[in-house]
C-alpha cells in the first residue's frame, strides 16, 4: 500500500554529506514518490508530523530507537535499512575478531563473521590497538593488507600496507578512542581488482535485483573514487537474479552477496528494504584469484538513482523483464550529460568541486528477449572496467 508522503529524513548518526549528495538523496525521494504514486513531501521536519503515513529515504542505516521513534515498523516504511547496534551498518559487521578475548562493542554477534567466513576477504575486525597489530602480523603472512575506517565511504579513509613496519606506522596515525567505538578493519589486500554490485531493492509489492560493476572517477584533487555503476537489472529478486545469463565471475558474486545477506538473520532486528554488495574480485599477494563481499550498504547509495530509474521502467511496462541503466559521476569544468540522460547535480559543489550526476537508460527488455541499446550503451561499458 502505497504512503501519503514521502520524506527525506538525516539521521542522528548519519555523516557528513556533499552538497551533491543531499541534492541527489531529494531526487531518489522523487522518485520514489513517483513510483508510488504520492506526494513528495521534501525533508520530513519532526515539529509538523504529516497526518498520513509517511515513506522515509534516510540518508544513513537507521538504528532501531531511531526508527521506532519516527514510526517505521518495516521494510514497507522506508527505502533503507534498520539495525540493532551502530556497528552493524557498517563494514565492521564483516570480519571475525582476533580471539575469543578481543575488545567488542555491545551487541556484537561471533555467529555473523563465522557465518560469512567463507564469501569474504581474509580480515579482522578490532577494538583496540594491540588487536590490530596482531591482526596485522597475521594478515602480512598472505601478502599486504588494507586497513580502513568502517565509517568511511567512496574509497576514503584506506591505506595499504605491505610490511609489519608499515602497518604500525598507519596504525599510530589513529585515534585509540575512536577505534574503540567504532572499530577499525583488516583485510588482505587485491590487485587489479572489479568491484561488482549486486543488489535487491523492494518498493511497496514491486522488488528488482540487479547485478553491476561500479565505475572509477578521478576526483577534483586527481584522486580515484567512486564514479557511478552500470546495472543490469531483473523483475524479482535473487531467484530471477539467479536465472540471468552473466559471466561466472558475477555469478559467483551473486551467490556470495545472497548469502551474506541471509547471514544478518544472526542480528535479529534488521529491516531492510535497500540491499547493495560490494564485492571484490582481484589477485591477492600470493597470486590467487579471490572474490569477497567487502561491505553492505542498506540506505540510498550511489546506485539508486539507476535502481529506481529500472523500477520506474518496470512499473510502466508490464512486459519489461530485464533493463539495465547506469549512474555516472563525474568531475571537472565542462563535462556534459548525453542527451537522453536525467540529471540530477550539475554544478560547482563547495567542498567537492564541479560535477555533474546522471542516470539513463541503456537497454529495455522483454519477455521474448527482445530488444535494444541505446547510443551510449557501448561506451559505458567500456568505461565500466576497473
Not at 590497538?129 to 596482531?134: F, K, M, T, Y
Not at 588482505?188 to 554490485?197: P, Q
Request: charged share 25%; hydrophobic share 40%.
Amino acid at each position: 500500500m502505497s504512503a501519503g508522503a514521502v520524506v527525506v529524513y538525516f539521521s542522528r548518526l548519519g555523516g557528513f554529506m556533499y552538497t551533491h549528495e543531499t541534492v541527489v538523496l531529494s531526487a531518489v525521494a522523487e522518485a520514489i514518490a513517483e513510483i508510488k504514486h504520492c506526494e513528495f513531501a521534501a525533508r520530513f521536519d519532526d515539529a509538523e508530523r504529516h497526518a498520513g503515513s509517511v515513506f522515509f529515504v534516510p540518508d544513513d542505516t537507521l538504528i532501531a530507537d531511531e526508527a521506532a521513534y519516527l514510526g517505521i515498523r518495516g521494510p514497507n516504511d522506508l527505502y533503507g535499512g534498520v539495525v540493532p547496534y551502530p556497528f552493524a551498518k557498517t563494514k565492521a559487521i564483516t570480519h571475525q575478531l582476533v580471539d575469543a578475548c578481543a575488545d567488542r562493542p555491545e551487541g556484537w554477534s561471533s555467529a555473523f563473521p563465522e557465518k560469512v567466513k567463507d564469501v569474504v576477504l581474509p580480515g579482522y575486525t578490532v577494538f583496540d590497538l594491540d588487536d590490530a597489530r596482531v591482526a596485522a602480523r597475521r594478515l602480512l603472512d598472505l601478502g599486504p593488507i588494507r586497513i580502513k575506517e568502517p565509517l568511511a565511504a567512496g574509497g576514503k579513509g584506506q591505506a595499504v600496507a605491505a610490511t609489519i613496519e608499515q602497518a604500525k606506522t598507519l596504525l599510530e596515525t589513529f585515534d585509540a578512542v575512536e577505534i574503540a567505538v567504532n572499530g577499525l578493519v583488516l583485510e588482505s589486500n587485491l590487485r587489479d581488482v572489479t568491484t561488482v554490485s549486486i543488489g535487491q531493492i523492494t518498493i511497496d509489492d514491486m522488488t528488482i535485483a540487479y547485478h553491476g560493476k561500479q565505475r572509477v572517477a578521478i576526483n577534483n584533487e586527481g584522486s580515484p573514487t567512486y564514479g557511478g555503476s552500470n546495472l543490469v537489472c531483473v523483475r524479482g529478486g535473487w531467484k530471477a537474479l539467479a536465472e540471468l545469463p552473466m559471466p561466472s565471475a558475477v555469478r559467483l558474486a551473486a551467490a556470495q552477496a545472497k548469502f551474506y545477506d541471509a547471514a544478518t538473520s544472526k542480528y535479529p532486528g534488521f529491516t531492510v528494504s535497500r540491499r547493495n554488495y560490494d564485492v571484490a574480485q582481484g589477485f591477492d599477494g600470493q597470486g590467487r584469484l579471490r572474490s569477497g563481499v567487502l561491505e553492505a550498504s542498506w540506505r540510498s547509495g550511489g546506485a539508486s538513482t539507476a535502481e529506481l530509474a529500472a523500477m520506474k521502467q518496470f512499473a510502466q511496462d508490464p512486459a519489461l523483464q530485464v533493463v539495465e541503466a547506469c549512474s555516472v559521476k563525474r568531475f571537472g569544468r565542462g563535462q556534459q550529460a548525453p542527451r537522453k540522460a536525467v540529471i540530477q547535480y550539475q554544478g560547482d559543489d563547495p567542498e567537492d568541486g564541479p560535477i555533474i550526476r546522471y542516470t539513463m537508460i541503456t537497454r529495455k527488455l522483454g519477455r521474448n528477449g527482445s530488444g535494444r541499446r541505446t547510443q551510449h550503451a557501448a561506451s559505458l561499458e567500456t568505461a565500466s572496467r576497473f
